[in-house]
């Protein structure tokens, strides 16, 4: 059975940091490619950033482009997302998942979506 498990989200102010964790399980992790996405209140499902099964090469949606850094321990079975400079656009739910194959393009990656996890909230309030 598949296993995500996403930790780490919180309420900080605009400007801090959070680092999210995800444990999964159930799958060759170290053989697929993940995603983060996140869902704001009322709003669709929103891409974050793509990365590959050696962490080699990654994808990251404009909106985070030069604050977030995604990163994957496969000898732990857990990916990582740095999220640096938060801002409050940046609140919502943070979910991982794992997709079938390795993508540039956040529609696609959202649309392929296999599995995941329940999601760990992140809140950026003043």
């Known amino acids: 059975e598949v296993q995500l498990v996403e930790s780490g989200g919180g309420l900080v102010q605009p400007g801090e940091s959070l680092r999210l964790s995800c444990a999964a399980s159930?799958?060759?992790?170290?053989?697929?490619?993940m995603t983060w996405v996140r869902q704001a209140p009322g709003k669709e499902l929103e891409w974050v950033v793509n990365i590959n099964r050696d962490g080699g090469t990654t994808f990251y949606a404009d909106s985070v482009k030069g604050r977030f850094t995604v990163s994957r321990d496969n000898a732990k079975n857990t990916l990582y997302l740095q999220m640096n400079s938060l801002k409050i656009e940046d609140t919502g739910m943070y979910y991982c998942a794992n997709l079938p194959y390795m993508t540039n393009s956040g529609d696609l990656a959202i649309g392929a979506i296999l599995s995941r996890g329940q999601g760990t909230q992140v809140t950026v309030s003043s």
């Open positions: 159930g799958f060759p992790f170290n053989d697929t490619a």
